[in-house]
């Protein structure tokens, strides 16, 4: 878990994988007054495995949404030479259900809906950057991932009010995503 967070795992849970994500939090607005405040849709990502980064070379970790919320939102499927690193894809899967799709090229390790459990304001400029999350499963399909945190963001806020914006719109963001499973489901490799 990265240096400084309080978001410790359940007891008994082992870190399976990290993931940096990039992608986008999306957002409607019934109308776009100043009366109207944007409400969450979901959001969509690509992740990338960062798991030998979370060790060795944390501080760098912790850095590294800043570093990719300046370069584009990525495009799958490309031949670009970073999707060696590429993990899969997370989506809500419906509006309450946070969706991590762990099955890339070069292999399956799952899906995992969840739900959230908690959630603390992010410690750094929380009008920009999304809440930290804590994530549960509710529904595996081949994964054993239990556990889901949300760290580290970098951006995703909508702004205050729906004024000038369209009826649904996007806000770029990146984080950690830290996935922890329980040893008895088994782990992939």
């Given at each position: ?81 970073v999707n060696l690193f590429l993990s899969g894809k997370h989506y809500f899967a419906d509006l309450t259900t946070p ?91």
């Amino acid at each position: 878990m990265p240096v400084g967070t309080s978001l410790p795992p359940s007891a008994g849970l082992i870190l399976q994988h990290v993931a940096l994500g990039r992608g986008t939090q999306n957002y409607t607005c019934a109308n776009s007054t100043r009366d109207a405040v944007p409400v969450a849709a979901g959001a969509l990502a690509t992740l990338f495995n960062v798991t030998c980064l979370a060790a060795p070379y944390t501080p760098l970790l912790q850095v590294l949404p800043g570093i990719a919320l300046h370069f584009p939102v990525p495009i799958t499927p490309s031949l670009a030479p970073v999707n060696l690193f590429l993990s899969g894809k997370h989506y809500f899967a419906d509006l309450t259900t946070p969706t991590f799709d762990l099955d890339a090229a070069g292999h399956e390790w799952g899906k995992v809906g969840c739900k959230k459990a908690n959630a603390t304001d992010a410690p750094t400029d929380p009008k920009t950057n999304v809440p930290w999350l804590k994530l549960t499963s509710k529904s595996r399909d081949g994964c054993t991932i239990s556990e889901v945190y949300r760290v580290n963001t970098a951006g995703g806020q909508p702004p205050p009010t729906c004024e000038g914006q369209k009826p649904a719109f996007e806000v770029q963001y990146a984080a950690e995503y830290w996935m922890w499973s329980n040893p008895a489901l088994g782990s992939y490799s």
